[in-house]
């Protein structure tokens, strides 16, 4: 009987989220605590301003227009963002940002206790939000690769999006009491005090500076980083597949709808929250995947399953079984971007890693809005749950010809992979040049392995 318990508690180990990162990185630890506070945080201003907007106008489109609003920012400063993240030291930019976002939330608290709110404001800093997040996102993701080891890095995207969903699910729903029962002004101070320790934290992260050659960021340091992307399949694959994916089988916006269908409007708030339930429970028992090597099975099997459970979704006319396929479709999700994480925090050189950053940030922020946008004017032509299905279906047999088209994302190997290998020598160099340097001694140029000229 004694045996028994540490054989079941190293299964247990071995299904648990890998927690290395958390041990072996300072500086991962503080990024991620102090992301869990911004998801808080946020939350209160994501759910406040909106019906705030509703609040002032009682006009539906009024509510949709943030959306028109944060899009062109975040893509314009998206790029420009991951040029900037080559280019000077990336803390600097977290910092920075933070800040900026912190001072956005004192203006919606300042207009929230006028006796007369304003509009405008509103909008103004919906876009400067987007801005911010715009010009953020390339360094913190860049960061990541700098900070955790390189075999570390699919465990530290699963514990990031473990912390994600965490405050997907919990912010939203503690930002709703708040507002209901406290008012904005209360929920954009709570943001307000989430961004100063935000700062905070930031600050005491290690300097991550920009490499002595760093080009100043340009448009053509920007068409750099694309023609790179464009010259390596398995990146290729990884942007094409989740374009496709949440393009075809992004079916959030016509929520309502189906819910109105299957006589459930109780559930439509559940719609919304499966998907980040079938990731949490992903992220839970995501220890397996730390000893996955073909990542880019990971990515297209992820996005095939999501693709799969959504066309189910569509099918099923039982709510239960609706909600239940949405969690499953989270969890494909999950399964997809941890393969695409680790992707490209293994393979993307240093001096470029901003830059590609900054093409992440369009290629899982544009595939949801126009998503949208197609599943909505499929609904009107063909009927709410055949939009779904059919986006579903349409998702699976996309990413069935994607990976036809680029053979070289799914034969990817992190262990035998020239870009990874080449990624990982720069790693270990940079590693030994930094020990060399504290030791006093003259830092050894790096080398390079065999076969990844």
């Known amino acids: 009987m004694t045996s028994l318990v540490p054989s079941a508690l190293a299964k247990l180990a071995a299904v648990l989220p890998d927690l290395t990162p958390w041990r072996s990185s300072r500086d991962f630890r503080l990024l991620w605590v102090q992301g869990l506070v911004t998801y808080f945080s946020s939350a209160m201003a994501m759910i406040a301003l909106p019906l705030q907007i509703k609040e002032l106008t009682g006009s539906p489109l009024a509510v949709g227009a943030m959306g028109a609003v944060e899009l062109v920012p975040l893509v314009v400063f998206g790029l420009y963002g991951g040029a900037l993240a080559d280019a000077v030291d990336r803390r600097r930019v977290i910092v920075w940002t933070e800040a900026g976002l912190g001072a956005l939330a004192l203006l919606l608290l300042f207009n929230a206790l006028l006796p007369e709110p304003m509009l405008w404001p509103l909008y103004v800093v919906a876009a400067g939000v987007s801005a911010l997040a715009g010009l953020q996102r390339p360094a913190l993701d860049s960061l990541l690769a700098r900070i955790v080891p390189h075999e570390q890095q699919t465990a530290a995207a699963a514990l990031n999006s473990l912390r994600w969903q965490v405050g997907s699910i919990a912010g939203p729903a503690l930002a709703g009491l708040v507002v209901a029962y406290a008012g904005h002004a209360p929920a954009y101070g709570v943001t307000l005090a989430g961004f100063a320790v935000s700062v905070l934290m930031c600050r005491r992260l290690s300097p991550a500076p920009a490499a002595h050659d760093a080009e100043k960021p340009s448009l053509r340091g920007i068409a750099a980083g694309a023609r790179y992307a464009w010259s390596r399949p398995v990146l290729l694959g ?23 269908e299957l006589d459930a409007d109780w559930s ?13 429970v992903l992220g839970l028992t995501s220890g397996w995947t730390s000893r996955v090597r073909r990542h880019g099975l990971l990515v297209a099997g992820g996005a095939a399953g999501w693709g799969l459970a959504i066309a189910a979704a569509g099918w099923f006319g039982n709510v239960w079984a609706v909600l239940l396929c949405l969690a499953l479709a989270g969890a494909g999700d999950m399964v997809s971007g941890l393969g695409r994480a680790t992707i490209w925090n293994q393979t993307i050189p240093e001096e470029l890693r901003g830059r ?4 992440e940030v369009l290629s899982y922020s544009v595939g949801p809005q126009l998503g949208q946008v197609r599943s909505g004017a499929m609904a009107g032509w063909t009927g709410t749950r055949a939009a779904v299905w059919s986006g579903g279906v349409a998702c699976v047999a996309s990413v069935g010809l994607l990976c036809l088209a680029l053979p070289k994302l799914l034969g990817y190997d992190s262990a035998t992979d020239p870009d990874s290998l080449r990624r990982k020598a720069q790693r270990e160099a940079a590693r030994a040049a930094g020990e060399a340097v504290r030791d006093g001694q003259e830092p050894s140029a790096p080398q390079q392995p065999a076969g990844t000229a």
């Open 356 to 359: 590609l950053a900054g093409i």
């Open 238 to 260: 990884t942007y094409a597949v989740d374009l496709a994916a949440m393009f075809f089988a992004f079916p959030n916006a016509i929520f309502p709808f189906l819910a109105d």
């Open 268 to 280: 439509l708030g559940l719609m919304y929250a499966a998907g980040a339930v079938g990731s949490l």
